[in-house]
Protein backbone atom coordinates (compact mmCIF):
# COMPACT_ATOMS: atom_id res chain seq x y z
CA UNK A 1 0.00 0.00 0.00
CA UNK A 2 1.02 3.93 -0.51
CA UNK A 3 0.02 6.30 1.55
CA UNK A 4 0.38 10.13 1.27
CA UNK A 5 1.94 10.28 4.72
CA UNK A 6 2.00 8.41 7.86
CA UNK A 7 -0.80 10.59 9.45
CA UNK A 8 -2.70 8.85 6.89
CA UNK A 9 -1.20 5.35 7.34
CA UNK A 10 -2.08 5.70 10.92
CA UNK A 11 -6.07 6.61 10.02
CA UNK A 12 -6.11 3.40 7.76
CA UNK A 13 -4.37 1.11 10.00
CA UNK A 14 -6.86 2.49 12.59
CA UNK A 15 -9.52 1.35 10.41
CA UNK A 16 -8.23 -2.14 10.96
CA UNK A 17 -8.35 -1.88 14.88
CA UNK A 18 -11.62 -0.39 15.46
CA UNK A 19 -13.03 -3.24 17.24
CA UNK A 20 -10.15 -2.06 20.32
CA UNK A 21 -12.33 1.29 20.44
CA UNK A 22 -13.90 1.88 24.16
CA UNK A 23 -12.23 -1.44 25.61
CA UNK A 24 -10.25 -0.42 29.12
CA UNK A 25 -6.91 -2.45 28.89
CA UNK A 26 -5.72 -0.67 25.43
CA UNK A 27 -2.90 1.18 24.78
CA UNK A 28 -1.03 2.20 21.47
CA UNK A 29 2.62 2.05 21.28
CA UNK A 30 4.68 4.48 19.24
CA UNK A 31 8.61 3.78 18.07
CA UNK A 32 10.21 6.80 17.43
CA UNK A 33 11.39 7.96 13.78
CA UNK A 34 8.51 7.52 12.05
CA UNK A 35 6.05 5.32 13.91
CA UNK A 36 4.83 7.80 16.53
CA UNK A 37 3.16 10.06 14.06
CA UNK A 38 0.97 6.65 12.56
CA UNK A 39 0.45 5.57 16.18
CA UNK A 40 -0.66 8.77 17.39
CA UNK A 41 -3.61 8.22 14.60
CA UNK A 42 -4.70 5.51 15.85
CA UNK A 43 -4.82 6.14 18.95
CA UNK A 44 -6.91 9.26 18.71
CA UNK A 45 -9.09 7.31 16.22
CA UNK A 46 -9.45 4.66 19.27
CA UNK A 47 -9.87 6.75 21.87
CA UNK A 48 -6.87 5.45 24.21
CA UNK A 49 -3.50 6.16 25.67
CA UNK A 50 -0.73 6.64 23.64
CA UNK A 51 3.23 5.89 24.91
CA UNK A 52 6.50 6.19 22.96
CA UNK A 53 8.29 2.74 23.57
CA UNK A 54 12.64 4.00 22.93
CA UNK A 55 14.36 1.53 21.80
CA UNK A 56 17.96 0.75 19.42
CA UNK A 57 18.05 -1.48 16.14
CA UNK A 58 20.36 -4.12 16.26
CA UNK A 59 21.62 -3.91 12.43
CA UNK A 60 22.46 -6.93 10.85
CA UNK A 61 25.96 -6.97 9.87
CA UNK A 62 26.54 -6.33 5.86
CA UNK A 63 23.05 -4.82 5.92
CA UNK A 64 22.38 -1.85 8.35
CA UNK A 65 18.89 -1.06 7.31
CA UNK A 66 17.96 -4.39 8.44
CA UNK A 67 16.99 -4.88 11.91
CA UNK A 68 17.95 -8.72 13.51
CA UNK A 69 16.54 -6.82 16.68
CA UNK A 70 16.25 -4.02 19.26
CA UNK A 71 17.10 -3.21 22.84
CA UNK A 72 14.56 -1.18 24.59
CA UNK A 73 15.69 1.61 26.87
CA UNK A 74 15.30 -0.93 30.24
CA UNK A 75 18.08 -3.33 28.71
CA UNK A 76 15.23 -6.01 27.19
CA UNK A 77 16.69 -7.45 24.21
CA UNK A 78 14.52 -9.05 21.31
CA UNK A 79 15.58 -10.95 18.24
CA UNK A 80 14.29 -10.82 14.81
CA UNK A 81 13.99 -14.68 14.75
CA UNK A 82 12.93 -15.19 11.04
CA UNK A 83 16.39 -13.21 10.86
CA UNK A 84 18.86 -14.33 13.54
CA UNK A 85 17.94 -18.17 12.98
CA UNK A 86 18.25 -18.04 8.88
Known amino acids: MVFRDRNEAGKRLAEYLMHY ?4 DVI ?18 LQCPLDILVVSKIGFPGNPEL ?4 VSETGSVVFNEDIVTA
Not at 21 to 24: D, I, L, V
Not at 28 to 45: F, K, Q
Open 21 to 24: RGKP
Open 28 to 45: VLGLPRGGVTVAYEVARA
Open 67 to 70: AAGA
